[in-house]
């Protein structure tokens, strides 16, 4: 982590921030943002960090850390390391709580191709998932056929019934049994199996 600003500095933007309150304040602040360093540097005019000279310095710092992103203020000039770090992981668009948050028309129909899409992601890992499992059937059992899959969208659930004949020869009645995928939230590559047999 670091704050010098100035080094391979690849552009700036200035902006002025009117008080947002009422009329009584009408204060403005000169805002300068800088890219260098590989971080993004937030200076308002009049405020610094504690190591650094006035006018030179940088109360907020937006960077990437052990592969999140997160944003570094120094809110106390007589500190001189960060009052704040806060992580902005959980801000992340593919962990939006997509049945809950939509609540436009706009926003739901973006909601739900957004879901479509991800379900049709999904689609593809669940039956590379199937093909690679296995059942644990007893080694007399014998694999019969199964449904195809079934999920209620939006959500995480994939399950599919099989059948199987608790013999080595195949015949009389089958018995069955239900495979389920529960994927986390937003997620393809992280989910838990379990089979239930009846």
């Known amino acids: 982590m670091s704050k010098n600003k100035n080094s391979n500095s690849t552009f700036k933007a200035f902006s002025t921030l009117a008080d947002k309150s009422d009329n009584t304040y009408p204060n403005e602040v000169y805002v300068e943002v800088e890219h260098g360093n590989n971080s993004i540097y937030i200076s308002p005019v009049g405020y610094g960090d504690a190591s650094s000279v006035n006018g030179e310095g940088c109360p907020v710092m937006l960077e990437v850390w052990e592969g999140q992103l997160r ?10 390391d960060p009052t704040h770090i806060i992580s902005l992981e959980g801000a992340r668009e593919n962990l939006r709580d997509i049945g809950e948050k939509a609540e436009t028309a706009e926003t739901a129909e973006t909601a739900v191709m957004s879901n479509n899409e991800l379900d049709k992601i999904r689609r593809d890992k669940i039956d590379e998932i199937w093909e690679d499992y296995d059942l644990g059937l007893p080694e ?17 659930d994939y399950w599919r019934t099989f059948y199987y004949y608790p013999n080595p020869e195949g015949d009389g009645p089958s018995a069955k049994a239900v495979f389920s995928i529960q994927f986390k939230t937003g997620s393809v590559t992280e989910y838990s199996v379990d089979v239930s047999y009846y």
């Open 140 to 156: 007399d059992y014998e694999f019969a056929d199964s449904d195809g899959w079934e999920t209620i969208q939006p959500g995480n």
């Open 71 to 80: 944003v570094v203020i120094w809110a106390d000039i007589n500190q001189e």
